[in-house]
């Protein structure tokens, strides 16, 4: 959970207090009684026994359900060799997987990677929950999904990622005429300066 997602928090029995809320720049949500809870961050379970704790110092036995209605967009940064590095900002839809986004689809937001990219050696960044120290660096070969379909290689990015695409030392000739036919790879439509 994080700054801009929209969930619904049910108590049992108290059905004044249950209704819709925003999470705060802050990553808190403002509820009645207790005040700000911080959640961001965590998973709905994790928010979700945080918020019962907080309200077992007003209610007897607090049985709260943390819903997410609807997801903030997530913002993934992408740089190296692809055509138009930066900040792409993609909206979440918390029914349905498919909106969020595919390393592969961030590619194709930057209009594709160049002939001197190294699939082989992809990094993400992901940044760890709340207390988590140092950010997760996650390797990534897209070379093997190219001659092998490996979905495992498509990984499913999460808010904050940084993907680093680097650039390679040769050029395989044979492997240019495969990455320039893959779905990610530049299109082919812009003109060539030489």
């Known amino acids: 959970l994080g700054p801009g997602d929209r969930v619904k928090v049910d108590i049992f029995n108290v059905p004044e207090f249950s209704t819709e809320y925003q999470v705060l720049p802050n990553g808190t949500v403002n509820l009645p009684l207790i005040g700000a809870v911080p959640i961001q961050g965590r998973s709905l379970g994790q928010a979700q026994s945080v918020i ?3 309200y077992r110092s007003v209610l007897q036995q607090p049985v ?3 819903s997410l209605l609807n997801p903030r967009p997530i913002r993934v940064a992408i740089s190296g060799e692809v055509n138009r ?3 792409y900002t993609v909206p979440a839809n918390s029914t349905n997987d498919a909106t969020i986004p595919s ?12 002939q001197a990219a190294d699939l082989r050696k992809v990094q993400i960044r992901r940044l760890r929950p ?8 996650i390797n990534v070969d897209l070379w093997t999904l190219l001659r092998s ?13 940084s993907i680093l695409i680097p650039a390679t030392a040769t050029v395989d000739l ?11 790879a530049a299109r082919n439509n812009r003109p060539l300066k030489i």
């Not at 390393?103 to 160049?114: A, H, K, P």
């Not at 044979?174 to 320039?180: G, I, N, V």
């Open 52 to 54: 019962s704790s907080r």
């Open 64 to 66: 709260i359900t943390l």
């Open 85 to 87: 590095p930066g900040t």
């Open 103 to 114: 390393l592969t689809r961030i590619i194709q937001l930057s209009e594709g990677v160049t």
């Open 130 to 137: 709340v207390g988590g120290g140092a950010p997760e660096i």
């Open 149 to 161: 379909g490996d979905l495992q290689q498509d990984l499913r990015l999460r808010d904050g990622d």
């Open 174 to 184: 044979a492997e240019a005429q495969q990455l320039a036919a893959a779905n990610f």
